[in-house]
């Protein structure tokens, strides 16, 4: 069963930073295309940023330059540094394998911006 719990979400002022941390299990991590989505209200889910393992990241216009996603085959776990954050980064952030096919989504975290 594959499983991925994200953690590390809060409220940050603007200009802050976070960072959040997915760890996967029931994958064979090292063949899953990892990523990071955010949803708002209203809007359809997007794509933050996505990695796979010994590749290039893909990044949303919007986050390039201040958000970095990794990933630590270790410890099964992909992260989203975000940086010089601001109101419009607000929304809910989920973890994505894209593995064997098959698409897997985390329940997801919560991040707000105070502005």
């Known amino acids: 069963q594959v499983q991925l719990r994200e953690s590390g979400g809060g409220l940050v002022q603007s200009g802050g930073s976070l960072r959040l941390s997915c760890a996967a299990s029931?994958?064979?991590?090292?063949?899953?295309?990892m990523g990071w989505y955010r949803q708002v209200p209203g809007k359809q889910r997007e794509l933050v940023a996505e990695?796979?393992?010994?590749?290039?990241?893909n990044y949303a216009d919007s986050v390039k330059g201040r958000f970095t996603i990794s990933r630590d085959s270790a410890k099964r776990t992909v992260y989203l540094q975000m940086n010089s954050l601001n109101f419009e980064d607000t929304a809910v952030y989920f973890c994505?394998?894209?593995?064997?096919?098959?698409?897997?989504w985390g329940r997801g975290t919560q991040v707000t911006v105070s502005s």
């Open positions: 029931g994958i064979t991590f090292r063949l899953a295309v």
């Open positions: 990695l796979p393992s010994g590749g290039s990241p």
């Open positions: 994505h394998a894209d593995y064997r096919g098959g698409g897997y």
